[in-house]
């Protein structure tokens, strides 16, 4: 009798454990999925799209690049801050941004904060511990003629269980040397209702 019950309960913990285990299912990477109703990688797709064809369709980035002639105009990309009331990746938006325009040919990048820091390392370092033949020139880096900034913000309107975010993304431009602006973009496309459990505000 001891040996069924022990037999029973060990069957019972299985079944237990089976039912808790964690289900993970593939789904296509095109698929709108918005469990929280914050934000998520939809709206940076969204958002990319309209802040980048902003920029390459713009007319002042289409007549300074007109007035740089065979010049290819160099970025390098700066703060772009979070400003919203929730965690947000915005390495991924400049990322997303500075490899589409990039690839078009019609900007230059060059490397920014952490990755121009371990460069700069590295260089120094090849100073004194690679051969003069392959050691990588001091003072040779370019410089950029724009940096592209941004911010994105949230404004949040709730009423009792019900609430409405609205995303502002911005994204600019600027000139290095002259401190003037080349281009301006906002998105403001991202708006959400969500609707909570009464019982779960």
């Given amino acids: 009798m001891k040996k069924t019950v022990f037999l029973v309960s060990i069957i019972i913990l299985l079944l237990a454990g089976c039912a808790s285990a964690t289900k993970v299912t593939r789904i296509d990477s095109n ?3 918005d469990l929280s109703g914050y934000w998520n990688d939809k709206d940076v797709r969204i958002v990319c799209e309209s802040l980048i064809n902003d920029c390459l369709l713009s007319p002042r980035v289409n007549q300074t690049l007109r007035a740089m002639g065979n010049k290819t105009p160099t970025v390098i990309v700066g703060s772009f801050r979070n400003e919203s009331s929730e965690h947000i990746d915005t390495a991924i938006i400049t990322s997303i941004m500075e490899t589409t325009i990039f690839n078009t040919g019609r900007m230059d990048f060059v490397a920014g904060g952490a990755a ?5 390392a590295e ?4 100073q004194g511990n690679a051969s003069e033949e392959t050691a990588a020139a001091l003072a040779k880096e370019t410089g950029a003629d724009f940096m592209l900034i941004g911010t994105v913000r949230t404004i949040v309107d709730k009423a009792g269980n019900k609430s409405v975010r609205t995303y502002f993304v911005n994204a600019e431009m600027t000139s290095i040397e002259t401190n003037q602006r080349m281009w301006m973009g906002q998105n403001t496309e991202i708006k959400k209702e969500i609707v909570r459990p009464k019982n779960k505000l």
């Fill in 31 to 33: 698929t709108q999925t």
């Fill in 116 to 120: 121009r820091e371990a460069l700069r």
């Fill in 123 to 126: 260089r120094q370092d090849q």
